[in-house]
């Protein structure tokens, strides 16, 4: 089974600065089986980016994916005050097939 | 717009089964999507449980798979979760979610999610 970790833990920026977060799998994973999902308290997780850089249908484009093998970033050029929430970072694994979730990275205000 | 639903008890007792449904509205279960669980321990990550396909075809977490049955209900358009055995560590928020069908779509990712039922293990 891939496990996914996720870096840093809590990134604590200001509104308008460049928010970078990271998610590392334990093997090669292919770009087509990493998702990111945003999720603030009490709601369920909104999917953002597919395909590890395919923006999901409404998402702005502050928000971007990109990486491969076992590196994934996910960056918000620009932090908006709705965008202070968790980030779960998803991967698929096809066989047999199973998805799993990173912990998560909380993006807080500073 | 599609819209999906969790329903149940909040509250089981050890060694009981956990019993949820989904109502999806706004979409027809039988056009093509696959349709899924995921829960989330308080102050933890999520975890996928499992998914089925209109056609009845199921695949499950197999750290879950003992446990676990999913089933659908085309007619109703609504699809359902049993976890037995339960015990203080499936105490969780539960999701229902869509997936688009992978095999055919190679598009790996939960799009439309419920809301979420909090469900707790204790006696």
């Known amino acids: 089974e891939i496990v996914l970790t996720q870096s840093p833990g809590t990134l604590s920026l200001s509104p308008g600065e460049r928010a970078t977060l990271s998610c590392r799998a334990s093997?090669?994973?292919?770009?087509?089986?990493l998702a990111w999902y945003q999720q603030k308290p009490g709601q369920a997780p909104r999917l953002l980016i597919y395909?590890?850089?395919t923006r999901a249908t409404g998402i702005p484009d502050r928000f971007s994916g990109s990486g491969s093998g076992t590196d994934f970033t996910l960056t918000i050029s620009r932090l908006e005050p709705e965008d202070f929430a968790v980030y779960h970072c998803?991967?698929?694994?096809?066989?047999?097939?199973?998805?799993?979730f990173g912990p998560g990275t909380k993006v807080d205000i500073k | 717009q599609v819209q999906v639903q969790e329903s149940g008890p909040g509250l089981v007792k050890p060694s009981e089964t956990l019993s949820l449904t989904c109502t999806v509205s706004?979409?027809?279960?039988?056009?093509?999507?696959?349709w899924g669980w995921i829960r989330q321990p308080p102050g933890k990550g999520l975890e996928w449980i499992g998914s089925?396909?209109?056609?009845?075809?199921?695949y499950y977490n197999p750290s879950l798979k003992s446990r676990v049955a999913i089933s659908v209900d085309t007619s109703s358009n609504q699809f359902s979760l049993n976890l037995s055995s339960v015990a203080a560590a499936d105490t969780a928020v539960y999701y229902c979610?869509?997936?688009?069908?992978?095999?055919?779509?190679?598009?790996?990712?939960?799009?439309?999610w419920g809301q979420g039922t909090l469900v707790t293990v204790s006696s």
């Open positions: 089925i396909y209109h056609s009845g075809s199921t």
């Open positions: 706004g979409y027809s279960i039988s056009s093509g999507y696959y």
């Open positions: 395909g590890a850089s």
């Open positions: 979610a869509r997936s688009p069908n992978w095999g055919l779509t190679h598009k790996y990712y939960f799009d439309y």
């Open positions: 093997q090669s994973v292919s770009s087509s089986y």
């Open positions: 998803q991967q698929y694994g096809s066989s047999p097939p199973l998805f799993t």
